[in-house]
């Protein structure tokens, strides 16, 4: 079962507004085991829309379009939908009267544009809008369907989940896919591709792979379509087992779990706290352990120690230490990750010294360059790490480094 | 000038990511003068790449290309497009080069897989990718331009601002599209359309006027289309310098501007340094500093005292005032201000304390409950804010509206 979405409104071809309702309608219509062939977005033209619906009509099974559905003159879908389906305008009664309701319980005048918002093309059912003054269209041909959908996303997405999924498993018999995916991080991809390529080599032939690479680790995500669900769910699950056994330093979980979530697990079924020392990484790596709720159950707090002063002051980095070997160094890594431990009363402290760029490189210590350290009960250690990036994604890179280097040694 | 952008990758028409590169494309492709007819996803199939690209080449002249050309099995638009050109795999000398220093800066192995990211069709021309393994490259046929781009945001976004804009620009010459930005802080979609409205009726006629929206504050876009630069460029300024004295304390700047850059520029022309102590934001407000480059200037360091201890540890807050008021208190954001502005020497300092939710509101204190503090050498300020949010729109919120009490107290 193949299906198109199709977004109509200037405001995403100018670049004004990001479309997020494509990914959501893909990722449902995907759930019930509907594969989306194209995801298109055109303007609010009469020739673009007649083009691309009746090329939907002709390829696909459904189609879903959202916006062009408002009261105002740039929004032409209804009426180019009448053309499609060769329909009149009609007044819709319930439409009508829902619509007159709900402005009068507002205050607001009941006037010619929400009338209008009352005509429909006499071939299509309505779906009423109960968040919303644009009605949903439900129109058929040829055993392939069209619904038209008001752009506002609340309102789109309460229509889908309670009206047009359920009116689309009535109509159709859907097979299902399946999709998976796991988080591995501390391999790039190109090395991940090869230490794990005799396993990909090995995998059902229905199964496709997919790396996603980002941040926060390298997902791997494995597809099934048109199959029997419980089946392939099976083969999917037994897949990433074996891959565990395969990386099992590298493999984090299931879905969209990060690094930090694994260590925040960690420290909380242990009873266990954390503190932070942040040099290079400025307070982006607590925040990503203080963006979740719950992080008060393990995290105490930690200081950013951009100066050197800061460094010595309270942390208690030793001068010497940072006239010797400078801020970027092993061993005053090493002396902010005990020092804030220490400061904090905490079980476990990670620290980050480094230079994030574009400026302040040297020879010796080039942008990129980082070093990370973990203290906890049995000791202290520390490693050098290299980024060739942008600043942001140094950062980025070296918290993620470093909270992986924690993970490692609670999972000793 | 007429333009499509085409994302490859199954990720999207399954709904796994939301699709924000080709909203960042289409914004900057107008910014010069060139109207996106239609944006389009497909899959990673060869016969839906020729499709596309055969069509956009027909129907357009500018074709730009994201995804799809990773060093994995599963990304084939590099050898589809080297089909559509009828074009050879070569090996880019420069890209090799490149991929092989700095897989080994980064200790990485340089294997079979990286050797094949080199691999161009010999048709293009190879636009070199400093942040990635995957090169851009450029394609000509009939006058018709095709660019395709690695689908990292980062990388495509680095390239096509430093390299293929600028190409395009050499390569076709592009009636004027002019739009201006300007960045407001402080006031409500719906109370700054009240305030400016006169101003928005007195406007030119061919200026076109657009809210957006976004946690760093509303940025106003003037737009004028197909129209002489220079006039159009004086008619904004002008409009854009009355609407300052109409709003000088909301009026923060133009173009991306935020807040944090206000304060930022200001201390470091001013030679003053900064110090932040914070809960509730864990990290989110200093991490708003750091991430630019020049910080250090200015920024000497953080606590974030995440539990009581460390707030009274560390920051020295009374343990009678934590008793008394609660950690969200104004008497506790004050102490906590004063307290890191001591700690670090600095000659101003940020606090914030408050509840970010889900979970720990009550009735008093319901979620979005916030104080933030600045202290100075004129003394020290507290203030309450309420917000209604998710936990990372709130911790978002808290940093900015905290930012802003400095930035208002140092221009005042």
Not at 11 to 34: F, H, M
Not at 43 to 62: Q, Y
Not at 132 to 158: D, H, I, N, Q, Y
Not at 268 to 286: D, P, V
Request: aromatic share 6%.
């Amino acid at each position: 079962m193949k299906a198109r979405i199709i977004t109509i409104g200037d405001e995403i071809l100018i670049g004004q507004i990001v479309d997020t309702n494509t990914s959501w309608i893909a990722s449902r219509l995907n759930d019930i085991g509907v594969t989306i062939d194209t995801t298109i977005s055109i303007g609010d033209r009469e020739d673009a829309i007649i083009d691309c619906v009746e090329s939907a009509l002709r390829e696909v099974d459904i189609t879903i379009i959202t916006g062009g559905i408002g009261p105002t003159k740039d929004d032409i879908t209804k009426h180019t939908l009448a053309k499609i389906f060769k329909s009149e305008l009609v007044r819709d009664e319930a439409t009508y009267q829902f619509l007159k309701d709900m402005l009068a319980t507002r205050g607001v005048e009941f006037n010619e544009l929400n009338r209008s918002q009352a005509m429909v093309p006499a071939a299509c059912t309505v779906l009423p809008n109960r968040n919303g003054t644009a009605p949903c269209m439900w129109f058929e041909r040829g055993g392939k369907v069209v619904v038209s959908l008001p752009g506002v996303p609340f309102e789109m997405k309460s229509l889908m989940t309670e009206l047009v999924i359920p009116k689309l498993e009535e109509t159709f018999e859907f097979t299902s896919n399946v999709h998976k995916t796991a988080m591995t991080f501390g391999l790039a991809e190109s090395v991940l591709a090869t230490v794990i390529s005799d396993w990909e080599d090995g995998l059902e032939e229905y199964l496709h792979l997919a790396y996603l690479p980002n941040p926060s680790g390298i997902r791997l995500r494995l597809s099934a379509y048109n199959v029997e669900r419980e089946v392939a769910e099976i083969a999917i699950e037994r897949a990433f087992e074996e891959l565990k056994l395969i990386i099992p330093t590298y493999f984090i979980g299931y879905g969209e779990i990060t690094v930090a979530d694994v260590v925040a697990n960690i420290l909380i079924e242990r009873g266990s706290t954390l503190s932070i020392a942040e040099s290079c990484t400025g307070g982006a790596l607590s925040s990503r352990f203080t963006i979740n709720s719950g992080a008060s159950k393990y995290f105490v707090g930690s200081v950013v120690s951009y100066s050197n002063e800061v460094k010595h002051n309270v942390l208690g980095v030793k001068n010497e230490t940072l006239i010797k070997y400078g801020a970027v160094s092993e061993q005053v890594a090493r002396e902010m990750s005990e020092g804030v431990r220490r400061l904090c009363g905490s079980d476990y402290s990670i620290s980050t010294t480094g230079i994030a760029g574009p400026d302040g490189g040297t020879e010796d210590k080039p942008v990129g360059t980082v070093w990370i350290s973990v203290s906890g009960p049995s000791g202290t250690v520390a490693e050098k790490i290299t980024f060739v990036s942008l600043r942001e994604q140094n950062i980025m890179r070296s918290s993620a480094a470093a909270i992986n280097l924690l993970r490692l040694i609670l999972i000793k």
